[in-house]
């Protein structure tokens, strides 16, 4: 069991910024990426951003020179800063982990619990 533990979101102004957390945790050997997701009211759950074990980054097109996504391997953990936050980037955020856990033996993907971020007035 891999479980991930998301922390960080809140209600913040237009203009503002916001950094999200989240931990793995569990039987991990190794952690090969991880990745921020969001998914607003009515809408598809969508990519934000992503980390390989490399260091390795992609993003949105939506969030390209707002968000920086990092990651510590020897604290299992990745971050999202979020700077000049909008109102669209009013969503709950989900972190995303795939790697290899030594007690299953198999490969393994989890998904945090979410956080809400309100970017609003």
């Known amino acids: 069991q891999v479980q991930l533990v998301e922390s960080g979101g809140g209600l913040v102004q237009p203009g503002g910024s916001l950094r999200l957390s989240c931990a793995a945790s569990?039987?991990?050997?190794?952690?090969?990426?991880m990745g921020w997701y969001r998914q607003a009211p009515g809408k598809q759950r969508e990519l934000v951003a992503s980390?390989?074990?490399?260091?390795?980054?992609t993003y949105a097109d939506s969030v390209k020179g707002r968000f920086t996504i990092s990651r510590d391997n020897a604290k299992n953990t990745v971050y999202l800063q979020m700077n000049s936050l909008k109102p669209e980037d009013t969503a709950v955020y989900y972190c995303?982990?795939?790697?290899?856990?030594?007690?299953?033996?198999?490969?393994?993907?989890?998904w945090g619990q979410g956080t809400q971020v309100t970017v609003s007035s």
């Open positions: 995303n982990a795939d790697g290899y856990s030594d007690s299953t033996g198999r490969d393994f993907g989890s």
């Open positions: 569990g039987s991990i050997f190794s952690i090969y990426g």
């Open positions: 980390i390989t074990s490399g260091g390795t980054t």
